[in-house]
């Protein structure tokens, strides 16, 4: 072992999730196979041959283990094994599947790593290999982390090829032939003579067959469906309102529930008169549960109107009350004791700025709300002994470990039944409305229970994406950034997460500045500091994490740097660039946009550019400055994913990355006082809207090394370019999100 | 009271004040209507009432008078109205939790306006959210949509 356990023990120490100890058993655990969870409820005649793929009379069905969010990973999934397996995608069925460590993500943890993603040497390949081992051990099936792709990649296609040959074998065995004189074609073995066996009718043979360990992968010069824009496999569902959400579950029996917790994020209950509540109309059972009580009721609104008669006594929280004393308190951070990681310290940054004309100066981003359009909710079912919940989670393997611990049954007896998601964005990491509606059916067992939030209960308690400072001082030399200091002051995000999963977590948080370390960009002097912020209020994962504020911090600091330098903002850009795929995404926007082409009076462009999540991101933005206010006119994209699998969903999800970033830089701000919330639903807390949205054209590259997910990296460069656009129209510098307290938006 | 959604006639008994959304949901299990905010801030409850649109999240069924449709009562996967083809055929769902109330918003508009301008589109689809931003297929597939109905 040595050297092997060696480069372990350190990377978990150093990764941003890391795990404390248990290195030798986590080595040992990873070279057991994980049981195929499939096996367990297969019925006579139905075969499953690995965890993705189960076969019947019926049909086929491939179990896609990422939660469906909207992302379209469960077309992109499905397609990687039906590739394989050669079927047609309309020809089967797709599921999310059962809860179960056997769907681990093996990519969640390879970017946890102090290598920079742009990185691909041996050293750095050896310890993101061995980011497997513990990502492994821990078993978690976890969406997040825009890794699904990379993670499915490789594994699903070999699952999709390992059940082809498998049932390329049942057919030689039934037909007394040899293997190498049959074919597959669409969902059938073909023989010599041109008989035709459909897999349906080979399932029960190919069950007893153990499946080939390593099959061979088709070169991608033969994919008939990867690479190829596929019609969504939910789409006709999503487009007749069938397709089904947990908040759609119908169970016989049926009661609805409905909950109030402390405003004050986390702070206790001192007490409640739920006297009149209790007589109202349709309600059933006031209970308690950990942090609060919950109205169940036959019907979701007579829940509600109950819940708001009951009169609470709610305690008082320790975390400073009000946006100015947060604030406050994150500006006392920025000193040698709160210091996190200093990932990046090229060249001599204090002699730099000592000589220099130093540009000095503080941008600000606030907490935000995940604010996804299906409020939390969960089914829950505790029946002899048995526990089923329905839920839209990114984490299923967490809700079979909380419901142990919450009810003490067996993870054997508990099961997930994970719907389709009205969006999650990271919320649905979270699983704090799962224990609810558990803690609610453990005091009604035998009654099926849906638990609904309110649109105020989820904008008021959310792990929300935590606000930041980022202090910086820069220089120019040559028309070129000489000096680049840039100091990062937040919360953790892993920190605050892992703590409510009881996951023990060591080492620097480099989330804390994501997008701002590790940036392919050489300037001689460059240094970036990350500053934690003690924990308060919840944080949580928001799309983009960390690269969603230090997006906004560090690309309008090179926006500044270019102003001051005299220079064309993208062709400085390109002057300073050191990552050949970065490059071309930059030089691929500016043709796309037509860059430096004359603009109407009033217009302004920005330009900005991301590296996140393995993925180059750049985005020209023009907006028009008028007395009715900013108006964005146009958005390009381009971007670099290694590998596109399905042009059209990339496209998708680029467009809605750059709306879901747009959203949060035009208005979105989450403030407290006196400990709570103040933004309370869409009137307070608004989003992007058809009128202000512009039209995003995207061009996608495929020159990265390796293959890449694209749910996350549209959103952080979209601030930046934004605010880098009203400067150009207007003169202002906006340092300050959300942009609509210094202009507005027509 | 009584109902007809969908072209069937339900009879209810629940409290005068209780939203049209939540009698469809809970009573009626009819789930394309989705709860999204209950403050009519966000559209995804949308559903007509005699061919009108309404946020049906603050509309109290006692109000009700004439014919309920849902998404349901639009049109069915194997029988789907002119504008959910376009929807299919643009793509535009990602979670698609708006998107009942985006297609029931979308189809009156082209009801009372049969060839809209991108300005007409703006004012009639900005009362209805999408986290996920799919606005520009959405305004792509209302113009589909448009141009299929009027070939009609």
């Known amino acids: 072992m040595g050297r092997a356990a060696k480069i372990t023990r350190r990377t978990l120490l150093v990764g941003s999730a890391a795990i404390a100890g248990g290195v030798i058993f986590g080595y040992w655990k990873y070279k057991q196979p994980y049981n195929n969870p499939l096996l367990a409820n297969l019925k006579d005649g139905e075969a499953s041959l690995t965890p993705y793929v189960r076969i019947d009379q019926q049909g086929i069905t491939i179990i896609t283990p990422r939660a469906e969010m909207g992302q379209g990973v469960h077309t992109t999934l499905a397609a990687l094994v039906a590739e394989e397996l050669d079927v047609d995608l309309a020809a089967i069925n797709v599921e999310h599947g ?86 597959t074609h669409d969902g059938a073995v073909i023989s010599a003579d041109g008989s035709v066996l459909p897999y349906t009718e080979l399932a029960s043979v190919a069950a007893d067959i153990e499946p080939p360990a390593e099959p061979e992968l088709k070169p991608r010069s033969e994919w008939r469906l990867l690479g190829k824009s596929l019609p969504r496999v939910d789409v006709v569902a999503k487009s007749t309102g069938t397709a089904e959400y947990a908040i759609d579950v ?28 209790e007589k109202m109309t349709g309600v059933k059972k006031i209970v308690e549960f950990t942090d609060g009580v919950a109205v169940v009721a036959t019907n979701t609104w007579y829940a509600i109107k109950a819940a708001d008669a009951i009169e609470f006594d709610w305690g008082k929280v320790e975390y400073p009350s009000s946006t100015a004393e947060i604030y406050a308190q994150f500006e006392a951070c920025f000193d040698d004791k709160y210091e996190d990681s200093q990932a990046r ?166 989330s804390i500045v994501q997008s701002a370390w590790e940036q392919p960009y050489a300037i001689p002097n460059y240094r970036v500091t990350g500053y934690r912020v003690p924990a308060m209020l919840p944080v949580g994962f928001w799309r983009s994490v960390g690269a969603s504020q230090n997006g906004f911090f560090h690309e309008s600091m090179i926006d500044e740097l270019a102003y001051a330098a005299e220079a064309d903002p993208l062709e400085m850009r390109l002057a300073i660039v050191s990552h050949e795929p970065s490059r071309k995404v930059i030089e691929a926007v500016a043709d796309l946009s037509s860059w430096g082409a004359p603009l109407p009076a009033g217009h302004g462009r920005g330009v900005a550019f991301v590296y ?59 403030t407290l006082e006196d400990g709570k919330v103040q933004q309370t639903n869409f009137h307070n807390y608004d989003s992007i809207r058809m009128n202000q949205a512009p039209p995003i054209e995207v061009r996608v590259l495929e020159n990265g090394a390796k293959i890449r997910g694209v749910g996350e990296p549209g959103t952080p460069p979209a601030a930046a370019a934004l605010a880098n656009a009203i400067f150009a129209a207007t003169g202002e510098r906006i340092r300050e999100l959300p942009l609509n307290k210094h202009v507005r938006f027509a | 009271m009584k109902l007809k959604v969908n072209g069937t006639d339900y009879e209810l008994e629940v409290q005068p004040d209780m939203p049209l959304l939540w009698a469809l949901r809970d009573e009626l299990n009819i789930k394309g209507p989705k709860f999204g905010c209950g403050i009519a801030m966000c559209g995804a409850c949308t559903v007509h009432i ?103």
């Open chain 1, 345 to 510: 310290d090229d060249g001599d940054i204090e002699a730099a700025l000592i000589e220099a004309d130093v540009l000095d100066v503080e941008y600000r981003a606030p907490f935000l709300a995940h604010a996804t359009m299906e409020p939390m909710n969960a089914v829950a079912l505790l029946q002899d002994g048995r526990l089923d919940i329905w839920a839209g989670n990114q984490f299923p393997t967490q809700v079979k470990i909380d419901g142990e611990t919450l009810t003490g049954i067996e993870q054997d007896n508990i099961h997930v039944h994970t719907t389709y998601m009205g969006g999650g964005f990271g919320r649905r990491a979270e699983i704090d409305f799962v224990r609810q509606a558990i803690e609610i059916a453990q005091q009604m067992p035998g009654t099926p229970v849906k638990l609904t939030w309110t649109r105020e209960e989820d904008m008021t308690h959310d792990v929300y994406r935590p606000a930041a400072i980022a202090r910086f001082r820069g220089a120019v030399a040559d028309g070129k950034p000489s000096a680049f200091d840039l100091r990062l002051a937040t919360l953790s995000v892993v920190e605050s997460q892992m703590g409510r999963y009881d996951l023990p977590v060591g080492g620097p948080d480099l």
């Open chain 2, 50 to 152: 005699n061919g009108r649109p309404v946020r049906s999240c603050s509309f109290p069924v006692s109000a009700v008078s004439g014919e309920v449709t849902t998404i349901e009562g639009l049109g069915t996967p194997d029988a789907m109205h002119a504008v959910q083809e376009a929807w299919v055929e643009h793509q535009v769902a990602q979670c698609g939790y708006c998107q009942s109330g985006q297609i029931m918003s979308a189809t009156a508009l082209l009801n009372q306006k049969p060839d809209p301008t991108d300005a007409e589109i703006d004012q009639f689809m900005s009362g209805n959210l999408c986290r996920c931003g799919t606005y520009p297929r959405i305004r792509a597939a209302i113009k589909a949509a448009s141009s299929r109905l009027q070939e009609g």
């Open chain 1, 612 to 670: 996140s999540f393995g993925v180059p991101v750049a985005e020209v933005i023009e907006v028009a400055s008028s007395d009715a206010g900013i108006r964005i006119v146009k958005v390009w994209v381009a971007a670099d994913v290694g590998t596109a699998l399905d042009p059209r969903n990339i496209e998708a999800q680029l467009q809605s990355g750059v709306n879901f970033g747009l959203a949060a830089a035009m208005q979105g701000e989450i």
């Open chain 1, 98 to 183: 059962p809860a179960s460590s056997a769907y681990f993500n093996s990519a969640l943890l390879e970017e946890g790593v102090p290598f920079k993603p742009t990185d691909h040497g041996r050293m750095a390949e050896g310890v993101r290999e061995f980011m497997r081992v513990p990502a492994k051990f821990l078993g978690l099936q976890l969406t997040g982390g825009s890794t699904s792709v990379p993670d499915g990649f490789v594994k699903m296609r070999t699952a999709g090829a390992a059940a082809r040959q498998t049932l390329l074998m049942a057919a030689a065995t039934k037909l007394n032939v040899e293997v190498a004189s049959l074919r």
């Open chain 1, 250 to 277: 119908e169970l016989p029996g049926m009661v609805y529930a409905t909950i109030r917790r402390n405003p004050r994020l986390g702070g206790s209950m001192n007490g409640y008169d739920a006297s009149a509540a």
